[in-house]
């Protein structure tokens, strides 16, 4: 997969100061000295490798950036504010679909939850096969829990790197 030639190319500098996602490069590092450095040998590997990067996509010597729905700068990583904001106003769901749907993206933000296994249990629980069958289903620990998750994913959290 395009994927797996991304990780071997970059196999060197993933975690210590590339992060790949397809064709989605983030380079980071602590000074304005090292991020050159970093670059350039970003741009040696794409060079040796017959890969381009696209000028439009390129962002160079940022202090903050989006990336894959996180805001990422030199103080951490945060959720994007877009993204809190949609589930922030997420009506409370009306089938087991828009439940789905919800669970699925506060997912994609569970590293900044805190318990957030035990935190959605009761609505994870109406996605088993014939739990969620009408509204009934739907009981107030279940929009304890659904208020809750929009409570939690609107809060300001940063997760640190580690030193």
């Not at 890969?51 to 700068?73: D, T």
Request: charged fraction near 25%.
């Amino acid at each position: 997969t395009f994927q797996a030639v991304m990780d071997r190319m970059f196999r060197p500098y993933i975690d210590r100061f590339v992060v790949c996602y397809l064709d989605d490069i983030l380079v980071y590092s602590k000074t304005r000295e090292e991020h050159l450095e970093h670059l350039k040998l970003v741009l040696e590997v794409l060079r040796r490798e017959q890969m381009f990067a696209k000028r439009a996509k390129c962002f160079w010597a940022q202090p903050q950036v989006e990336y894959l729905g996180h805001i990422v700068s030199a103080t951490g990583v945060k959720m994007d504010p877009q993204k809190v904001a949609v589930v922030r106003d997420w009506p409370a769901p009306q089938n087991l679909q828009e439940l789905r749907k919800f669970l699925s993206l506060t997912n994609y933000f569970r590293k900044f939850i805190k318990q957030y296994s035990i935190l959605a249990a009761p609505l994870t629980n109406l996605t088993h096969k014939g739990a969620f069958i009408s509204l009934e289903s739907w009981t107030s620990e279940c929009q304890q829990a659904f208020e809750e998750l929009k409570r939690v994913v609107a809060d300001d959290i940063t997760l640190a790197f580690p030193d």
